[in-house]
């Protein structure tokens, strides 16, 4: 799933942020979970069923993306996971962003 080139140009407003970062692991644990996992490796209990897999974060390839084409990502979606554009503002989007970063380090 390749985010558009224009997605480079999306620069991220909270990066090192440690307080979006936690608001990001708030919004990772009530949204994200389920599917990806609790520490992002795409294991969730309901993405066993979907194809394509659930991403996994910890995964080099997810962590070489810049921040604007991870937003971008969540903010279109792709069947099955859904957009947040309509469901997360800007700012939470951004957040979930910052922890994916995180969920890399371990």
Request: charged share 25%; hydrophobic share 35%; proline share 5%.
């Amino acid at each position: 799933w390749v985010a558009p080139s224009s997605a480079e140009n999306l620069k991220n407003p909270f990066i090192g942020n440690a307080t979006a970062t936690a608001e990001g692991k708030k919004l990772f644990t009530q949204l994200c979970v389920i599917c990806h996992g609790n520490k992002g490796k795409g294991d969730g209990v309901a993405g066993v069923a979907l194809k394509p897999k659930p991403a996994n974060f910890t995964s080099s390839k997810i962590q070489a993306q810049s921040d604007g084409k991870i937003y971008w990502k969540l903010t279109e979606g792709r069947e099955p996971m859904v957009s947040y554009k309509g469901i997360l503002t800007d700012q939470q989007r951004w957040q979930l962003v910052n922890y994916i970063r995180e969920l890399g380090k371990k």
